[in-house]
């Protein structure tokens, strides 16, 4: 019980409960407050001012006429009137006239004028208290005189009133703990809900998801939320192990190549030459799979490349030094290669990986477009302001319905399984475009006899520039119209510089 | 020359230091960052080989200090695959240049003896000379034998590089890395490609080969 008290109140809505209560029992306390001085201040203040008034005359009748002429006024008020109390006293207090029989409190007065209030009861039997307020003082020589006024039930009516916005106020703060508790309890359902399905989630059972009540508050938002990272999660874990299982596939046949040439190289341990050929063929072996680890751990890494370090790269340069790198190797092996630059192509991006995707896709144009005539590469801007960089070949090409499963990876057509490499050429410049928000788009080539060839454009969005530091400027900015930028012709260039 | 190797891995060490003494280096080893930085400081050595990943003291915080310390010796870094992009990080704390595992031993011979040629670098000169061949960097024109050759601007770069570092091994990796800023290898013979223009540029006509290809380990400028 305890236990469960310590984690009740350790919830939010019980402490917002708790605090809306204290709120409402500090408003109660200024309620109280204002009660009390509108209405017992004003109704104190009004019997003051009568029972002044009444003291005043009688004191004065005292100072103009004879000591009877009090007694008899005081007789006369006495027997009038039931709203004020009188009482004249000799100098040792006691009674001489009036309509209560003993002055309220021991204290003798002095010559000051002192306020009294005081109790008293009328009717005999059933005796009533009653509140009275006045002034008690000397007149007419050394006779005491006390004047009051009498408060009726005001007193009463008022401590009631008090008493009654103090229980309000009490059961508010009850109330609106009870509520708090109960609010509590229902948020902290909800939310164990969120925490039974992290931990099962946690111990494995990747397909456990939150409810969604339907309620569309904020814990179906919540719920929501959590759902789709699970979705999320579930479909990367999926993916990974995909991943694990095309690599341990793909793996598994350079490596027994690597083992039993080693084992040759064993065996013929005798024969120095061709145990050294075994051996080197090994190294190169061990070095094609070194190269398949490299490609899929910047693979990995791209997955934490962080689009907010992204910077300005100028595409145009970049494919111009692409294309210049490549050129003589296409020439190498007998295709003929042009370019088409457009000028000013920028965006944001990560130079290096745009730069390795590039690489990619001119070393696969390089190794398979190589029975074609022609292979060429263009830059432009699209008309949906996209940047395009678009690689040609007239090599065999990759069949439309393959087309999506090329990019994952480690998928080989058959027919490249002569060429070298490991299948994660396309996969890593995907990654690239998926990365950079853009996408990688196959389709027929550069048509050579039987052959369709192959395209690929790395489509990338030209994202908005980073945010300068720039002087303001007085001037007024001069708004040409740009000429609508046509996609350029691959044209046969004899040198780019 | 002598180096100190600074590398945990028994078998890469034993390996680092076979290949250092067969190219007729000497090759001290150190087992962690605290002993390689004391013997770094203490030694006289021409070279560092410096793993990334060290106990009691990592390679980055060895060369820093090392550095902070007024040592100048040349550090080749080297890493385990897959660390290339802490490449940047290793260069700011000192390191001269990055080698990523595995590589080849003619790869890490090649570097570290370019690394120590660099180390006593002539002041800097207008025009490089390899046997009849003859470059000038202000007037940016290359002749061999008062013959006037013909260089794109990467050619001319490609053989400045080459030219500077004539009669040693330059590998395909440090052409990528020093003469077009590629921190990646292409799956063609990029580089080769552009090698053999050059050389037929420049050796084409000519008896004497002044460009070489070592076979295994890349290329070799010398009259």
Not at chain 2, 100 to 123: C, G, M, N, Q, S
Request: glycine letters at 6%; charged letters at 25%; hydrophobic letters at 40%.
């Amino acid at each position: 019980m305890k236990a469960f008290l310590e984690a009740l109140t350790r919830t939010t809505a019980f402490r917002l409960a708790r605090l809306n209560g204290l709120v409402f029992l500090a408003l109660a306390a200024a309620l109280v407050g204002y009660i009390y001085f509108a209405t017992a201040g004003q109704i104190n203040a009004s019997a003051d001012k009568d029972a002044t008034r009444e003291f005043n005359e009688i004191a004065w009748l005292s100072g103009e006429t004879r000591y009877d002429a009090l007694n008899q006024a005081i007789i006369e008020r006495a027997a009038a009137t039931r709203d004020y109390l009188y009482l004249l006293a000799d100098s040792q207090g006691r009674r001489i006239s009036g309509n209560i029989s003993v002055l309220p409190d021991d204290r003798m007065p002095t010559d000051e004028r002192l306020r009294t209030s005081f109790t008293y009861y009328v009717g005999a039997g059933k005796e009533r208290a009653r509140e009275a307020r006045g002034f008690v003082g000397r007149v007419s020589g050394d006779r005491v005189l006390l004047v009051a006024r009498d408060m009726g039930d005001a007193p009463s009516v008022i401590a009631r009133a008090v008493q009654s916005v103090w229980i309000v106020g009490a059961l508010a703060l009850l109330i609106s703990l009870a509520a708090g508790v109960l609010a509590s309890r229902a948020a902290t359902r909800r939310v164990d809900e969120f925490n039974v399905t992290a931990r099962s989630v946690m111990r494995g059972d990747l397909r456990r998801r939150a409810k969604v009540t339907g309620a569309d508050d904020e814990f179906d938002t919540l719920a929501k939320a959590m759902n789709a990272m699970l979705d999320e999660i579930e479909r990367l874990i999926q993916a990974m192990r995909h991943a694990g299982d095309a690599i341990a596939h793909d793996l598994r046949s350079p490596l027994t190549r690597l083992r039993s040439q080693l084992e040759s190289a064993l065996s013929d341990a005798d024969k120095p030459e061709t145990a050294r050929a075994a051996i080197e063929d090994s190294i190169t072996e061990a070095d094609s799979l070194l190269k398949t680890f490299s490609a899929i751990m910047r693979l990995s890494r791209m997955e934490a490349v962080d689009p907010r370090a992204f910077v300005d790269v100028d595409i145009t340069a970049l494919a111009h030094q692409m294309a210049e790198l490549y050129e003589p190797v296409f020439e190498d092996v007998g295709v003929r290669f042009s370019y088409a630059i457009a000028p000013g192509l920028r965006t944001r991006g990560d130079g290096a990986l745009l730069a390795q995707a590039l690489v990619n896709l001119l070393d696969n144009a390089v190794k398979y477009g190589a029975t074609g005539p022609e292979a060429d590469l263009r830059a432009y801007r699209n008309d949906a302001s996209e940047i395009v960089l678009s690689i040609r070949d007239g090599g065999p090409g990759v069949p439309a319905p393959d087309r999506e499963r090329v990019k994952e990876r480690f998928v080989r057509l058959d027919q490249s399984r002569s060429q070298p490499g490991a299948g994660l050429g396309l996969s890593l410049a995907a990654a690239v475009a998926q990365r950079h928000q853009g996408r990688l788009e196959l389709a027929d080539g550069l048509r050579n006899g039987d052959q369709p060839g192959l395209q690929v454009q790395l489509v990338l969005p030209t994202l908005a520039p980073l945010k300068e530091k720039r002087a303001p400027v007085d001037t007024p900015k001069i708004v040409q119209p740009k000429p609508a930028q046509p996609q350029p012709e691959p044209t046969n260039h004899p040198a780019a510089e | 020359m002598r180096v100190l190797t600074i590398e945990d891995d028994r078998d890469m060490a034993s390996f680092l230091k076979r290949a250092l003494e067969e190219a007729g280096h000497e090759c001290d080893l150190a087992a962690d960052g605290e002993t390689g930085l004391n013997k770094a400081r203490d030694g006289d050595f021409d070279i560092l080989i410096v793993d990334r990943m060290l106990p009691l003291k990592d390679g980055v915080s060895v060369v820093s200090e090392y550095r902070s310390g007024g040592g100048t010796t040349p550090v080749l870094f080297l890493s385990a695959l897959g660390e290339v992009d802490h490449r940047l990080e290793g260069l700011q704390a000192g390191g001269d240049d990055y080698l990523a595992k595995p590589f080849a031993a003619t790869e890490l011979i090649a570097r570290i003896e370019v690394l120590h040629r660099r180390r006593d670098t002539p002041p800097p000169v207008t025009k490089l000379t390899v046997g009849d061949l003859e470059m000038d960097l202000l007037a940016r024109t290359v002749e061999r034998a008062g013959q006037k050759i013909d260089l794109q601007p990467r050619e001319f770069r490609l053989l400045e590089f080459l030219m500077r570092h004539a009669g040693q091994v330059v590998t395909r990796t440090m052409l990528l890395e020093k003469v077009w800023d590629y921190h990646f290898d292409p799956q063609t013979n990029v580089i080769d490609v552009h090698v053999s223009r050059l050389r037929s540029k420049i050796d084409k006509d000519f008896q004497e080969q002044l460009l070489h290809t070592v076979r295994g380990a890349g290329y070799r400028l010398q009259a």
